[in-house]
C-alpha cells in the first residue's frame, strides 16, 4: 500500500493524473469560451456604437464642431487688501481655488459664473447669427422676458403636439437659511413648466403643480421642499406622471412624492408621498425605457448609494423588485439615459449647492451591476472638469434623429440666491473607448466614453429639434 502510495502524488484538487488531465481540458475549454464570448460581445459593441450612427455624427460638421474642445483661461484675483509683511509671515497666504471664488458672493469673477443675460427672444435685440445659441451660465429668458424658473427639471417630448415640455423648480422666492448651520432654502413655490418646439425658445404655461400655503401636514406646505420634478407619459393609461423629492425643511422625511394630469401643461393632481420601498429617498430621476417600463432612482441609506426599481404599469407606485446599486459611492443627482441598449447615468457627489465632480456610469441591465466610467467633462480647465462646470447634473435628453448625441441639463445652483441659479446645457456625445480601468468586464471595453463638451455659447445641429 505504501509503495503505491509513493506514487499517487496528491495534486491540489487531491485527484490522479487522469482526471487531472480532464481537469486541464474542461478549464482551457471555459477560458476559449470566456474569450470568444468576449471577443463577439467587443465587436458586436464597437459595431453598435463604432458603426453607422457613429460615421454620421463625425460627418455632419455640426457635431465636429461641438466637439471641438474649448478651453478656459480665468486668473483667479489678488487676495483683497494688503497684508503686512509681519502678517504674512505669521500666517502664510491661504491659497484661493476657483471653488471659492465660486462661493464668495463679493468675488471680483462673480460675473464669469452669474453673468448676465444674453439669451433673448426679441428678434430686434437678437442678432440673427446670435439666435438659437446656448450661453451655459447665463439668465435665460421666456418668451415673456421673464428668466425660467425650471432649476432641477426635465424634459418630456409630447408626441401629440409635438412639442417640448420642461419641469422643474420654481424658485422666485427668497433664500434664507431655517438654521445657522442648515442648507440655503426657498419656500415651495411649486413646479415650473415651460413649452417648446425647438428646445430654445420656451414659453411659460404656469406653475403646474403648486405649493399648499395654508395646510402646515401637507407635503407640500410652503415650508417644506419639493425638488427634482421628472414627468413621464404613460401610454396604457394616458396619463402624464410626474415623481418628485419631498421633503421637510431639515431633510429628514427624505421621500418621493408622485402627481398626475391628463395634460403636460397641467394642472397635476397630488397623489402623496412614500419612502419607496421603505427606505430614504433623496436625489431622484425617472427613466421611461423603450418597453413602456418606468423606473425610480433615488439617493438613499445617507445618500451613501442609489437604488432603482420599476414602477407599476400604472407608474403611481414602486413595485417589490429594488436593488441596491454604487454602493457606498456617495453619488446624487442621477440623470440615467440609454443608447444602444446600453444604460448610462451620470451623477454628482453630495456637497449640498455646492458643485463637485461628475462621473459616468454604465451597466448592460438597468438594474445592474453599474460600473464606473469617469468623469465625463471636456474642456475648459481642470477646474472646470471637477466641478462639471460649476454645476450638478439634473436630466439627459436624447437628440431625436442623432444616435448617440444628447444634451446635457445641469444646474448651476446659486446658493446665495437660489432664484438666480443658472442652467448649464452642453452637448453630450457617446462613442469610443472609455478612459477608465474596468472593474469586471476582464478589461475589454463593454462602454462607450460618455463625453460632455464645454462650450461658452454652442448651438443644436439642424434637424435635432424639428426646427
Ligand atoms: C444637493 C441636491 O442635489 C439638491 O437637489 C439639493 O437637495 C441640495 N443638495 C440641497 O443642499
Not at 4 to 30: D, H
Not at 37 to 64: A, K
Not at 166 to 175: F, R, S
Not at 302 to 328: A, F, K
Request: aromatic share 12%; charged share 20%; glycine share 8%.
Amino acid at each position: 500500500m505504501r509503495t503505491r502510495n509513493k506514487y499517487r502524488k496528491p495534486t491540489i484538487l487531491g485527484c490522479n493524473a487522469g482526471s487531472r488531465y480532464s481537469t486541464s481540458v474542461v478549464v482551457l475549454s471555459l477560458l476559449g469560451c470566456l474569450i470568444l464570448l468576449h471577443l463577439y460581445t467587443y465587436i458586436h459593441h464597437t459595431d453598435r456604437t463604432g458603426g453607422q450612427s457613429q460615421l454620421r455624427l463625425n460627418h455632419h460638421p455640426q457635431f465636429i464642431e461641438l466637439q471641438e474642445v474649448e478651453e478656459e483661461n480665468i486668473q483667479i484675483p489678488p487676495p483683497k487688501g494688503k497684508r503686512s509683511p509681519r502678517a504674512a509671515k505669521r500666517r502664510p497666504k491661504r491659497t484661493t481655488t476657483l471653488i471659492d471664488e465660486f462661493l464668495d458672493e463679493n468675488s471680483q469673477l462673480r460675473h464669469v459664473f452669474f453673468p448676465g443675460h444674453k439669451k433673448t427672444i426679441d428678434p430686434i435685440q437678437t442678432p440673427a447669427n446670435e439666435s438659437y445659441y446656448y450661453y451655459p451660465g447665463r439668465i435665460w429668458l421666456d418668451t415673456d422676458g421673464n428668466p425660467i424658473q425650471a432649476h432641477g427639471g426635465g424634459i418630456v417630448y409630447d408626441k401629440k403636439s409635438r412639442t417640448y415640455y420642461w419641469y422643474g423648480e420654481y424658485k422666485d422666492g427668497p433664500t434664507y437659511q431655517v438654521h445657522k448651520k442648515g442648507a440655503a432654502r426657498v419656500d415651495i413655490i411649486g413646479v415650473g413648466c415651460y413649452s417648446s418646439k425647438d428646445l430654445w425658445t420656451w414659453k411659460h404655461e404656469g406653475i403646474v403643480l403648486a405649493a399648499d400655503e395654508t395646510n402646515e401636514t401637507h407635503d407640500l406646505h410652503t415650508s417644506n421642499v419639493l425638488e427634482r420634478p421628472k414627468v413621464i407619459y404613460n401610454e396604457r393609461t394616458g396619463k402624464y406622471v410626474m415623481w418628485m423629492h419631498i421633503d421637510d425643511a431639515n431633510y429628514t422625511k427624505a421621500a418621493a412624492g408622485v402627481a398626475i394630469s391628463d395634460t403636460p401643461d397641467g394642472p397635476f393632481d397630488y397623489l402623496g408621498s412614500q419612502r419607496p420601498h421603505g427606505y430614504e429617498s433623496r436625489d431622484m430621476t425617472v427613466f421611461k425605457d423603450d418597453d413602456g417600463t418606468a423606473y425610480l432612482i433615488y439617493s438613499s441609506e445617507d445618500n451613501s448609494e442609489l437604488h432603482i426599481g420599476p414602477l407599476t404599469e400604472d407608474y403611481l407606485n414602486v413595485t417589490s423588485v429594488m436593488r441596491r446599486i454604487l454602493v457606498g459611492q456617495h453619488r446624487e443627482a442621477p440623470a440615467l439615459f440609454k443608447h444602444e441598449g446600453t444604460y448610462y447615468m451620470i451623477t454628482s457627489g453630495c456637497t449640498g449647492w455646492a458643485p463637485n465632480e461628475a462621473l459616468a456610469h454604465a451597466a448592460e441591465s438597468i438594474l445592474g451591476p453599474w460600473e464606473t466610467i469617469g468623469n465625463p467633462c471636456i474642456g475648459g480647465n481642470k477646474m472646470f472638469r471637477l466641478t462639471t462646470f460649476f454645476a450638478q447634473s439634473t436630466f439627459v435628453l436624447p437628440l431625436p434623429g442623432f444616435p448617440g448625441s444628447f444634451i446635457f441639463m445641469a444646474d448651476r445652483w446659486n446658493p446665495a440666491d437660489l432664484r438666480d441659479s443658472r442652467y448649464v446645457w452642453l452637448p453630450m456625445i457617446v462613442a469610443g473607448p472609455v478612459d477608465h480601468p474596468l472593474e469586471y468586464s476582464f478589461e475589454f471595453p463593454l462602454w462607450s466614453r460618455v463625453s460632455i463638451y464645454w462650450h461658452r455659447k454652442w448651438r443644436l445641429p439642424h434637424g435635432s429639434s424639428g426646427f
